[in-house]
């Protein structure tokens, strides 16, 4: 079946430090990768995605490539903020199956000041 | 545009009840699916309607069951509730399902059962 692995956390990062957070996927299909986000009390939002091989989602000073060769889509951000601490989940879908998207365990990210 | 809306936004039931939980999809859209939230699970996909069917479902027991209404909007009903059904219960909603179509999620519906 579909899975996404990615470390737990919990984070911590001083600000303006360089935050990667590793993820890496199993499909059984070609599937579409996304980041989440989930601040304290709230839903979550898509924080960006990548389609195919290659392509690199980024939003908010956030990016991730997709790499097909090795099953990865690692978060990356150049200098974290604050307002940055969340939770951040790793997602993927596959074609046919609608909109069932599998999760990773999501990694807790807390930047100090 | 409003967003996602699901109610109760907290809910303390005892073990053995049952309960239903709404969620009002983006004014629109017409695919609605269901996430349970726990500290050690994760996020797991429960079920998914469009046009009033169920078109997708997860590995959930029979005692989770849901619906959806002519208006979009939808319930999910959890029977004969166990200790381990304490959750966030996310809903999310999209235009009509489609690989492409982003999900917005609600805010969730917190589930104690003691």
């Known amino acids: 079946g579909d899975s996404v692995t990615q470390m737990e956390g919990p984070v911590t990062l001083s600000e303006e430090a360089f935050l990667t957070i590793n993820c890496t996927y199993t499909a059984t299909g070609y599937p579409s990768l996304f980041w989440y986000v989930q601040y304290p009390g709230e839903g979550l939002q898509l924080l960006l995605k990548a389609t195919k091989a290659d392509d690199k989602g980024s939003n908010k000073g956030f990016e991730a490539t997709y790499r097909k060769e090795t099953t990865s889509f690692h978060l990356e951000k150049g200098s974290v903020q604050v307002s940055d601490s969340a939770v951040y989940f790793c997602?993927?879908?596959?074609?046919?199956?609608?909109?069932?998207?599998?999760f990773g365990i999501g990694t807790k990210l807390q930047v100090i000041p | 545009k409003a967003g996602v809306t699901q109610t109760p936004r907290y809910l303390i039931k005892t073990r053995g009840q049952q309960v239903t939980l709404s969620c009002s999809p983006i004014?629109?859209?017409?695919?609605v699916s269901w996430y349970q939230q726990t500290p050690g699970q994760g996020l797991q996909f429960l079920f998914e309607y469009f046009s009033e069917t169920q078109r997708n479902k997860g590995n959930f027991p029979g005692r989770f069951s849901g619906r959806q209404f002519s208006n979009s909007r939808s319930e999910m009903n959890v029977s004969t509730l166990e200790l381990g059904d304490s959750a966030l219960y996310l809903c999310a909603s999209s235009l009509v399902g489609r690989l492409e179509d982003e999900q917005f999620f609600g805010p969730g519906t917190r589930l104690t059962v003691l």
């Open positions: 997602a993927l879908k596959v074609s046919g199956g609608y909109q069932k998207v599998t």
């Open positions: 004014s629109g859209h017409r695919s």
